[in-house]
């Protein structure tokens, strides 16, 4: 299995996560993103917070495929106290009413969503995310199973 990083947009400085602690591993069960720039991508990194977001749309179309490895969190978002770091008006960020967290469960060359030290994604996952967002596609990096990433020569 080729397995791929992608380099996504962090609108979000940092997730507040909501654990249930009484299942093994523990499961989470919200979490609310704290942003500093809008929204302008389904699947965003908010940073410190070390987790991935994704928009109403992309939920419903991931929910619809047969992906491994991944399971949607409900989720809300929230306007930074940093939000003026970034932008003239906290006011003015455009954060969308219906988010959902990923939270990673797979592992690497048998799940299509994985993590190691990274988010890593199995090819038929990054093309059906390159498929609806062609700018991820600059952004895409074959890695190993490890995460790290594969070079290879000029001449490939």
Known sequence: MTLY?????VPADNARKTWDDSTDPRTLISAVFSF?????????????????????PLAAALAATDF????????????????????????SLSIPE???????????????FAATYRLVFSERV????CS??????????EVDESGRMIRRSVSD
Do not use: K, M, W
Request: hydrophobic share 35%; aromatic share 8%; glycine share 10%.
């Open 5 to 9: 990083t992608l380099n996504l947009p």
């Open 36 to 56: 500093v720039a809008p929204v302008t991508a389904e699947l965003f990194d908010s940073g410190l917070g070390a987790l991935i977001g994704v928009t109403e």
């Open 68 to 91: 491994t490895g991944y399971r949607l969190v409900p989720a809300s978002g929230e306007p930074s106290e940093y939000a003026g770091d970034y932008s003239e008006d906290r006011a």
């Open 98 to 112: 219906s988010l959902y967290a990923l939270q990673i469960h797979g592992r690497p060359g048998i799940d299509d």
């Open 126 to 129: 990054c093309d059906f995310l």
């Open 132 to 141: 609806r967002d062609p700018a991820l596609s600059a952004r895409r990096n």
